[in-house]
């Protein structure tokens, strides 16, 4: 019978099917099968309980991935970068520094998430699965050596982070910025697509190391598809991190998306958008730089003016924090600009250290949101530092973090990539991003004065307000925060030591 | 000859379709053009040489999303009478007029340049001597197997968001859960009404 088939269909063909190297690839697997178990025992735990099964499951979970993610760390670091799957997945530095920064983004999300979900009477494991199966996109992408696996890895976090964005079946708003989301995002990933297939057209790989090859053994007569694929993809790329021309979701979105959902978009959605930005332009790109190197440019001036001085005529907080992002991803953007080791190095550290800021911002303003996740205005925080001493002083630590005062992190970021940028000669850059600092600087002022003072108009009001619950797994959210910021602030060291491990020479483009 | 025979008649049937999804009042009607459309093109795409992509286009889009548009059709009433005269977009037909002219104007402007050679594209590497079902099925198996693999957790998304977003008000959701056994306490907050402020329960769907 077979032997008849096989005359029908001619001769079969064996294919060599890849090796694969499973020890790279654990910590993906291990958070995505995570994130199926985690849905199946939650399927059998009761949806509400006391204890917060759900939440500790997802830390130990992420705490797994992170723990196969170390040896890797070191194995990498002496052996070189694994390339598996017929270079479709390329663990690097790169990959994993990045990698464990959107798990920790994760962790961080999934402690604010808990009390969250007990406040607003939502629950179940679903938001916590789709927290880890997002990640599981970011870590993808972070690791993907291939335009269509960066796509994926790029579709697979966003899509999660729709519904996310949509938790709160109950809000109105929570409705509307999934929707704003979806359909704007939608649109940007059919940019990125069509920027994959003129690449492709322009080089004739998808895979990032053939295309280098590529570009590096062959000129291009007419370079328009290479050119438009550059802008295509910078369009997708973009909208992901929130930069200029293509921000104006991020405060729509931010502002009626659930509080805890929104530190995960601003730390770890961002951290995976820019992974994948690092990987195509400046290393596969790398030898087109001073084609790309000004559409950044314009893109990352216009990032840093528009987060910064939008932010300062907000009333909202959350929205104003939502401006303070894009300007914050403008920073980022000032070190990919400089496309060199430093800029790369200056741009994974900012990102690390800008996890713990926003995450902690955002903590905060979840637990000010109170009930309904309503109350964001600025008035909302006047007297916050007499009623709740301690949350005042932590949301303090991650405004003047995000400002970039001395003892925080946030200088040290803020150092590294204007470093970075006036190494690369892009002086007015350099010199736009320090101004950006100074007018954002105002903003954070004025939250922290909304804070610290009005205490006369606060007496008022003070009887018609309940007490803050600060709910515990929020606390260890807000305490880790804290202590990363200031810890960074103090002793940046071992994370400046890391990033410079973490970045791959750039072996073409010098 | 007989190739232009085939294009002639396929490109007739795309193009009535696509007129029959515009014109038509029924949207079952349009639904059901789109499947013209959608055939009409696949026969171009086994012109083409491209049987793959062919039977993708018949099995997925007019088989699956024709019938996904079906039912959502159906499942909001195909009686319900829209009113077409009213804009919600000030301005869209004039612009979609421009922009459509544009687009055919660009689309002639390449036909008569001549800037098409019909050539293979120097960077495919499609091999001629062999069928090209068996070329993408060696390629998914191979080069792109991470790619073929991970696709699987989008489906895993689909299914979880759905769960999500389809739970809105569920009978044992939500508030009506309160009062089952857990102390309000543990809500960050009392869960009584009169400590809620009015404007946070207008934002409140039940």
Known sequence: MTSLLFAQLGTPHRIQTPSVAWSGLLPVLVLLGGAVVLMVVGALLPRRSRHSWHLWLTLLIA??????????????????????????????????FLGIVIVVGVMLAALLTDGYLRREELEGPEPYVLLMLSATGGLLMASANDLIVMFLGLEILSLAVYVLAGLHVRRLRSGEAAMKYFVLGGFSSAFFLYGIALAYGATGSTNLTDIQRFLATNTLTNNGLLLASFALLLVGFGFKVAAAPFHSWAPDVYEGSPSPVVSFMASAVKA?????????????????????????????VLTLLVGSVLAVVQTNVKR?????????????LVGVQAASDRGVRSALFYLATYTFMVAGSFGVVTIVGRRGDNRHQL????????????????????????????FTSGLWAKFYVI????????????????????????????????????????????PAVPRLRIPFAARIALVVSVVATIGFGLVPGPLTHASKTAVPKIAAGK | MVPIIVFVVAAAICVAGALGVVLNRNPVH????????????????????????????????????????LFVIMLLGVDRAENLESEPLTGQRPAALVAGLLIGGGLIAVLVASTITGKHSSG?????????????????????????EITSVLLVIAVVGAVVLARRGAPGSGADAVD???????????????????????????
Not at chain 1, 279 to 298: E, G, K, M, N, T
Not at chain 1, 386 to 392: F, H, I, Q, S, Y
Not at chain 1, 425 to 450: D, E, H, K, P, Q
Request: aromatic share 12%.
């Open chain 1, 63 to 96: 705490a797994g991935s992170i723990g196969c993610a170390v040896p890797l760390w070191f194995r990498v670091r002496d052996h070189g970068p694994l390339s598996i799957l017929r270079d479709a997945v390329r663990v690097d530095g790169l990959a994993l």
């Open chain 1, 272 to 300: 995976a958008a820019f992974a994948g930005l690092i990987r195509v332009f400046v290393y596969a790109f790398a030898l087109d730089r001073h084609d790309w190197q000004p559409i950044v440019y314009v893109v990352a």
């Open chain 1, 320 to 332: 104003m924090l939502a401006y303070s992002s894009i300007n914050h991803a403008g920073f980022v």
């Open chain 1, 379 to 406: 008035d909302d925080y006047k007297g916050l530092a007499r009623t709740e001493p301690l949350l005042a002083f932590a949301f303090l630590v991650f405004l003047l973090a995000q400002a970039g005062v001395p």
């Open chain 1, 419 to 462: 470093g970075a940028a006036v190494e690369a000669r892009s002086f007015w850059l350099a010199l736009v991003a320090m101004l950006s600092t100074v007018i954002s600087a105002f903003l954070y002022l004025r939250i922290v004065l909304a804070m610290y003072g009005g205490a006369d108009e606060a007496d008022e009001a003070a």
């Open chain 2, 30 to 69: 349009s639904a059901l053009s789109l499947v013209a459309t959608l055939f009409g093109v696949a026969v171009l795409f086994i012109a083409q040489d491209a049987q793959f992509l062919a039977a993708v286009q018949v099995i997925v889009y007019a088989g699956a999303i024709v019938v996904l548009f």
């Open chain 2, 124 to 148: 495919a590497k499609v091999d001629p001597a062999q069928a090209n079902v068996n070329q993408i099925g060696r390629l998914l198996f191979t080069d792109h197997l991470w790619a073929f």
């Open chain 2, 180 to 206: 089952a056994g857990i102390p309000a306490d543990d809500f960050g907050e009392p869960a009584s009404p009169d400590t809620v402020p009015p404007n946070d329960v207008e934002e409140t769907v039940r």
